[in-house]
């Protein structure tokens, strides 16, 4: 089985992965960790060659066929597919909105693709922990959810929510013509403050708070998807759909998704028609 080395795939001379602790590697280090502290995301364009990008583009379009078919509407919070009545209607806790896309699992994507060598250099894990500030980072031991790809087509879309961990790493393979943008509202909550108020002025009017990257493909994107409230708007008229890999961290070496999650996610549709 033939594997590439990442480090021909990633834009090293751009981002000195592999040299943190040089004078380049640690001014590097520093303006992800203060676009992470600062605006809940660390944007980093071009992080892929433009042949290893197209490389990508191929292998993941070839796995669209496997993916599941998810369509179900789904609120903000952990838990996300059933809406939990004690909370009072209108509430943000009960309001639901629309999640519609395809999703790759980890296990259906192959050992020597890669999207899967870039997730498991251990480079980039290691600038991962360092941008994140913990003592130890593993990428997630998932069958199902280490790697995925989510793929939206026209009228797909990601809804408002945060997400249950701590780091979240996306790598933009594909953009769609239209819509399919990544959208964001920096600090919403707190651990100890959820600030129900704003989440719901949000979801009334996401106009003033709202802000919107259009993330070129070959872009890896590390986001704090825990406090700031986000989503992927929905794909408008397109060709091509849009393909993002979700790489899935832990501090623990042996991290699996809860059961719950798992039957949850094995509960999607599979080979429902491209929308
Ligand atoms: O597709 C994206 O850009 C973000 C995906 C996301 O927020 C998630 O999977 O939790
Ligand atoms: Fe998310």
Redesign the pocket.
């Known amino acids: 089985m033939k594997t590439t080395s990442p480090a021909t795939l990633v834009d090293v001379g751009r981002y000195p992965l592999e040299n943190l602790d040089s004078p380049d590697g640690q001014a590097f280090l520093t303006s992800c960790q203060s676009g992470l502290e600062k605006q809940s995301i660390c944007v980093l364009e071009g992080f892929l060659h433009p042949r290893a990008l197209a490389g990508m583009v191929r292998e993941t379009s070839a796995l669209i066929p496997l993916g599941y078919y998810y369509d179900r509407p789904r609120t903000s919070y952990e838990g996300n597919d059933y809406v939990d009545r004690t909370w009072p209607a209108g509430h943000p806790r009960t309001i639901e909105h629309v999640n519609r896309y395809r999703q790759v699992l980890n296990y259906q994507i192959p050992n020597d693709s890669l999207v899967r060598s870039v997730f498991l250099w251990p480079a980039l894990t290691e600038f991962v922990r360092r941008v994140l500030g913990f003592e130890n980072l593993y990428t997630s031991a998932c069958p199902h959810l280490a790697l995925t790809l989510?793929i939206a087509h026209e009228g797909d879309s990601?809804g408002w929510?945060f997400?249950s961990n701590n780091g979240?790493i996306?790598l933009?393979i594909q953009a769609p013509d239209s819509g399919g943008a990544?959208e964001y509202v920096p600090d919403l909550r707190a651990d100890h403050d959820e600030h129900y108020d704003d989440v719901r002025a949000v979801f009334e009017a996401p106009g003033k708070r709202v802000r919107r990257t259009d993330i070129r493909p070959g872009t890896l994107?590390l986001f704090n998807?825990k406090y700031a409230l986000?989503?992927?708007s929905p794909v408008g008229p397109t060709k091509r759909p849009r393909i993002?890999a979700?790489f899935s961290y832990d501090k623990r070496p042996d991290q699996l998704f809860s059961r719950d999650y798992i039957e949850m996610v094995r509960s999607f549709r599979q080979d429902a028609p491209a929308g």
């Open positions: 989510q990601n929510h997400d979240n996306t933009l990544f994107v998807g986000h989503r992927v993002i979700i």
